[in-house]
């Protein structure tokens, strides 16, 4: 109540020091440094203009294309849509605020490409049994040949996932052939 008489002094055309002198001479404690601070506190950060700009371009993309249907850039992810941002009005926007402001959003891009699966469920309905712990969690033995235990990995690469058994009692590969980029079973 205090801060808009003082807002409206202020349209007046008087000064804040002023204004809080003649306060403090009737009787009211306030200081030009406690209204500024109240000031400062009720704007709005720069941040959500800026944000909300960005916002409205993003969403317009959604029904930007013809008969109101997406336009194609909605697809893209975080890098191309900070590049495409910043041909398009603007030019300092970082790729952090994109991907705050696209995460807000609900926009992921497309991800292409085939995912591979390396753990296949059982299907609803059904139960599959894991196979007995034999060995009781003991893989050590006495002589070779006893004890025969392989795990079956997918290892990534850059040209995809390699499959690799291992044999855990001698740290060997278990035969020729067991490092693949296909597995037939």
């Known amino acids: ?3 808009g ?3 409206a ?3 007046v055309g008087h000064r804040v020091e002023l204004i809080c002198q003649v306060l403090r001479e009737q009787g009211l404690a306030v200081t030009p440094r406690s209204y500024r601070s109240w000031r400062a506190a009720a ?3 720069a941040r959500v203009f800026s944000d909300a700009t960005v916002i409205d371009v993003l969403r317009g993309l959604r029904t ?5 249907r997406p336009m194609p850039e909605v697809l893209y992810g975080r890098r191309k849509m900070t590049m495409w941002l910043r041909r398009n009005g603007f030019p300092d ?3 952090r605020t994109v991907d705050r402001v696209m995460h807000d959003e609900g926009m992921h891009g497309v991800v292409r490409g085939a995912q591979t699966r390396t753990t296949i469920g059982a299907k609803a309905g059904t139960e599959k049994v894991r196979a007995a712990d ?3 969690r003991n893989f050590h033995t ?4 006893r004890a025969w235990v392989t795990d079956f990995t997918y290892v990534p690469s850059w040209c995809g996932f390699v499959y690799v058994a291992f044999d855990s009692g001698h740290g060997k590969l278990p035969g020729d052939g067991h490092l693949a980029a296909r597995w037939r079973t």
Request: with cysteine.
């Open 64 to 68: 930007g294309g013809p008969d109101g």
């Open 93 to 95: 926007i970082g790729k």
């Open 134 to 136: 034999l060995l009781k």
């Open 142 to 145: 006495g002589a070779p040949n």
């Open 1 to 3: 109540m205090i801060c």
């Open 9 to 11: 002094q202020r349209v």
């Open 43 to 45: 704007g709005v950060p």
């Open 5 to 7: 008489f003082i807002d």
